[in-house]
């Protein structure tokens, strides 16, 4: 891969350890992806912030980064933690864990990557505009990005993020490239989605079975839609969609076949102790949804900090911020089983926490 003399400079250790460990990692990657240079980004997001899912050896790598007293070029902002960081004890989070999560937001913070601690930076001031050259982490926003926003970025780990971030640059290839961005095949909806839990079912069923870049045919979607279906796609492998499908030949239908195939596969129980809403975080016509419905059951809504700020909590309904249902511990608190209407927390609910969920609708979950 080229690399300027800036560039050479810092590989050489000229701006220090931390510096260099972050272009090795830019130059390891570029060099197995096949990326020609680096190029500048504008806006970068970091994933990979839970203790939950980074433990100790992520706790301890982070503090040696920050030590070396690296920050970040360019806008950074941070996906969420294990904890709501203000209100973690009052919902029952223990204390062992919440210091380590809080060592985490520190080591970061000490880079100045922006805490923000949402998977949904795009609602939180992290916006790209239409081919602005960005490394996001997340894959739910990574999708969103690149199809819903036109902003152009890989999905990448949460370690390369930060790299990128501390560098300002990112390895050029992928999703960076033209040639890459073009729809591969057309998916024809011979269902009509009605709710966001199904549009999250059928972005995880297409993610599940195909590779490429789908676009979606029969299908008017809002926004609240459009996250959702990003959010079930990127469980799979698939980092970019669109809804021009003219011209494409190959053509895979989804139908009410593949919708309720995918219901019953990630459902596991009809029982929940508390309906989990905000995967990814909710938006505030999604909040404010929840509180007019005022339901008679515990609900907790997560979002990001700056949303969870402009509602009162009302009847049952709790607002989480800086967390969510899957890279909290919510086995500690006692919980066994959730609602959901997102099939990304439906799946990860179950394979990372073995915890039961019931994914349906809102409109089911709050009846
Ligand atoms: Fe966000 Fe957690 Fe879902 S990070 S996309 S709410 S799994």
């Given at each position: 891969?080229?690399?300027?003399r800036e560039?050479?400079?810092?590989?050489?250790?000229?701006?220090g350890?931390?510096?260099r460990?972050a272009?090795?990692?830019l130059?390891?990657?570029g060099?197995?992806?096949?990326?020609?240079?680096l190029?500048?980004?504008s806006?970068?997001?970091?994933?990979?912030?839970?203790y939950?899912?980074?433990?100790?050896?992520?706790?301890e790598f982070?503090?040696?980064?920050?030590?070396?007293?690296v920050?970040?070029?360019?806008?950074?902002t941070?996906n969420p933690?294990?904890?709501?960081?203000?209100n973690?004890?009052?919902?029952g989070?223990?204390?062992?864990?919440?210091?380590?999560q809080?060592g985490i937001?520190e080591?970061?913070?000490?880079?100045?990557i922006?805490?923000s601690?949402?998977?949904?930076?795009?609602?939180?001031?992290?916006?790209?505009?239409?081919d602005e050259?960005i490394s996001?982490?997340?894959?739910?926003a990574?999708v969103f990005?690149?199809?819903v926003?036109?902003?152009r970025?890989?999905?990448e780990?949460?370690?390369?993020?930060?790299a990128?971030?501390?560098?300002?640059?990112?390895?050029?290839?992928?999703l960076h490239?033209?040639?890459?961005r073009?729809p591969?095949f057309?998916?024809?909806?011979?269902?009509?989605?009605?709710s966001?839990a199904?549009?999250s079912?059928?972005g995880y069923?297409?993610?599940?079975?195909?590779?490429?870049?789908?676009?979606?045919?029969?299908?008017?979607?809002?926004?609240?839609?459009l996250?959702a279906?990003?959010?079930?796609?990127?469980?799979?492998?698939?980092?970019?969609?669109s809804?021009?499908?003219?011209?494409?030949?190959?053509?895979?239908?989804?139908?009410?076949?593949?919708?309720r195939?995918?219901y019953?596969?990630?459902?596991?129980?009809?029982?929940v102790?508390?309906?989990?809403?905000?995967?990814?975080?909710?938006?505030?016509?999604?909040?404010g949804?929840?509180?007019r419905?005022?339901p008679?059951?515990?609900v907790?809504v997560?979002?990001g900090?700056q949303n969870?700020?402009?509602f009162?909590?009302?009847?049952?309904v709790r607002?989480?911020?800086d967390t969510c249902?899957?890279?909290?511990p919510?086995?500690?608190?006692?919980?066994?089983a959730?609602g959901?209407?997102?099939?990304?927390a439906a799946?990860?609910?179950?394979?990372l926490?073995?915890?039961?969920?019931?994914?349906?609708s809102?409109?089911n979950?709050?009846?």
């Open positions: 891969m080229f690399l300027t560039e050479e400079a810092i590989l050489d250790g000229e701006m350890e931390g510096m460990k272009m090795e990692l130059v390891a990657m060099d197995i992806k096949g990326a020609e240079k190029v500048p980004v806006r970068v997001h970091v994933s990979g912030v839970s939950k899912t980074i433990g100790e050896a992520g706790l982070l503090r040696e980064l920050a030590d070396t007293g920050g970040a070029r360019v806008l950074a941070l933690t294990g904890i709501d960081l203000e973690w004890a009052k919902l989070f223990e204390e062992s864990f919440a210091s380590k809080l937001v080591a970061y913070t000490r880079m100045n922006i805490p601690c949402t998977c949904t930076p795009y609602l939180s001031g992290n916006l790209p505009g239409k050259i996001w982490a997340e894959s739910s990574v990005a690149n199809s926003l036109g902003a970025t890989n999905r780990s949460g370690v390369l993020a930060l990128c971030a501390l560098v300002g640059k990112a390895p050029c290839y992928g490239l033209d040639e890459n073009v591969t057309r998916v024809r909806v011979e269902t009509e989605p009605m966001e199904d549009f079912a059928m069923y297409v993610g599940k079975h195909y590779e490429g870049i789908p676009a979606f045919e029969g299908i008017s979607p809002g926004i609240d839609e996250k279906l990003s959010a079930g796609l990127g469980v799979g492998k698939v980092n970019m969609f809804l021009d499908y003219e011209g494409i030949q190959e053509t895979v239908s989804f139908g009410k076949e593949e919708l195939e995918t019953e596969e990630l459902n596991t129980s009809e029982d102790d508390v309906v989990c809403i905000g995967c990814p975080h909710c938006s505030l016509q999604e909040i949804g929840v509180l419905r005022n008679g059951k515990d907790w997560f979002t900090r969870a700020g402009l009162r909590e009302k009847g049952r607002i989480i911020k249902m899957v890279v909290s919510l086995e500690d608190l006692g919980i066994e959730i959901v209407n997102s099939a990304k799946f990860y609910a179950s394979h926490s073995d915890i039961e969920v019931r994914f349906d809102l409109e979950l709050l009846k």
